[in-house]
């Protein structure tokens, strides 16, 4: 196992981070491709969405697994957390731009309608809302500006965002499916892990 660790890691030192941003955008032209040629089915519009929307709530999991990853197995993925991040917010806004330029066609009045009255587009715009500042934030200046212990605070709404993105994606679908259930249950999973390392820390101090 120690091999593997390590050889991951030898790996992941060498690889630099625009390599991880080009590999994750690749799929934005053939999905684009695949809506203009047809090859997304009888709704590709609504296909479209749900790739994006789907790649975005990969990627948030993903930086979720970095600190487990590296507290629990060694394996030190920490230099690409940030770019996972500013990854997802690209996809989530690539997501929304289908909804708002595609699927409703510009139509403001009836996208406000919808964001109230289908509770699934209220989550979801929410989660969107709260990367926005994260997103903004992104960036070493940021954490200078700020300091380090506010910027983490508030990278705290990573939490939240991935929460609402996977309430966003159960809500979404018809009936009852597998695979949202899944993404919910790896996020409740993953961000249980950080609760019961917090009250360890708590516990610690008390003691």
Partial sequence: MGIIVDSI???????????????????????LYLGATNGLGREPIKALE???GQIALQLL???????????????????????????AFTYVALHLAVWVVLDMSLLW????????????????MAGFVALVPLAITSNN?????MGAATWRKL??????????G?????????????EPILYMAVIL?????????EIRKRAKRVA
């Fill in 61 to 87: 999991i993903i930086g979720l697994c970095v600190t487990p990853l590296r507290e629990y197995l060694g394996v030190n993925l920490i230099k690409f957390r940030r770019t996972f991040g500013v990854l």
């Fill in 109 to 124: 009045s009836q996208m406000w309608a919808d964001i109230w009255k289908r509770p699934y587009i209220t989550i979801g």
């Fill in 9 to 31: 890691n030898s790996t992941a030192r060498r690889v630099p981070t625009w390599a991880v941003y080009i590999l994750y955008l690749l799929p934005v032209p053939w999905l």
């Fill in 166 to 178: 996977g309430i966003h994606y159960l809500w979404l679908v018809k009936g009852i499916q597998i």
């Fill in 155 to 164: 990278h705290k709404l990573t939490y939240l965002a991935v929460v609402l």
């Fill in 50 to 52: 749900h790739e994006l």
């Fill in 189 to 197: 999973a993953l961000l249980s892990l950080r609760v019961v390392k």
């Fill in 141 to 145: 200046l940021s954490v200078r500006k």
